[in-house]
């Protein structure tokens, strides 16, 4: 199975920040890469597909980077609603996989 | 709306089945691929299952393989989960996702998502 890597396993930040997750895979998984954040209590919600496009609904100041083995989730502007757990998901092959998870907290 | 509503879930003991399931509405059911995921208490999220849109092929995380059935019925919009031989590492939050596929095999991952049915497994 793939292995998804996530980094930082968790991090506090404060409104207004710029905040940078990264995932790396164990294998070339071309573009096949998705971000989803968990709000305590909730189901996750997909905010990007293919390594970079935008969901629908999903807020502009999420973005998605990457392709091959390494990818990139950035938050421009840290919101109340943003402090949750995010998780990368590669879909390229079953079993799909998750990374571990990244916590975001407010500092 | 897109509606994923699971149902099915409880305590049960070591051994024991449970079936797990999920009415669709919202969208027409019997284009897309349907999975359950699950998240064990403060884990993070782990792929279970997944079903084509016509039913017609399967697969299952090893940690549940042997133990497990997934089956849909497209005209009562439903998916259904059958958790055999459920052991203790079995508890967790069940949801149910729904994932477009493409015919090249490409997807854009999980785009809804139930609000998950609770299992427990204890003695």
């Known amino acids: 199975a793939i292995q998804m890597t996530q980094s930082p396993s968790s991090l506090s930040a404060s409104v207004g920040d710029r905040v940078t997750i990264t995932c790396r895979a164990s294998?070339?998984?071309?573009?096949?890469l998705g971000w989803y954040r968990q709000r305590p209590g909730n189901a996750p919600k997909l905010l990007i597909y293919?390594?970079?496009h935008l969901q629908g609904g999903a807020p502009s100041r999420f973005s998605g980077s990457g392709s091959g083995t390494d990818f990139t989730l950035t938050i421009s502007t840290l919101q109340p609603e943003d402090f949750a757990t995010y998780y990368c998901?590669?879909?390229?092959?079953?079993?799909?996989?998750f990374g571990q998870g990244t916590k975001v907290d407010i500092k | 709306q897109v509606q994923l509503v699971e149902s099915g879930g409880g305590l049960v003991k070591p051994g024991e089945s449970l079936r797990l399931s999920c009415a669709a509405s919202?969208?027409?059911?019997?284009?897309?691929?349907m999975n359950w995921i699950r998240q064990a208490p403060g884990k993070g999220l782990e792929w279970v299952s997944y079903?084509?849109?016509?039913?017609?092929?399967?697969d299952f995380a090893d940690s549940v393989r042997g133990r497990t059935a997934i089956s849909r019925d497209n005209a009562k919009k439903s998916v259904y989960l059958q958790l055999n031989s459920l052991r203790a590492e079995d508890t967790a939050v069940y949801y149910c996702?729904?994932?477009?596929?493409?015919?090249?095999?490409?997807?854009?991952?999980?785009?809804?998502w139930g609000q998950g049915a609770l299992v427990t497994v204890s003695s």
């Open positions: 996702a729904r994932s477009y596929q493409y015919k090249s095999g490409w997807s854009p991952g999980f785009d809804y």
């Open positions: 919202g969208f027409t059911f019997s284009n897309y691929y």
């Open positions: 079903i084509s849109s016509s039913g017609e092929s399967s």
């Open positions: 294998q070339d998984i071309g573009d096949a």
């Open positions: 293919a390594a970079s």
């Open positions: 998901l590669q879909n390229y092959d079953y079993p799909w996989t």
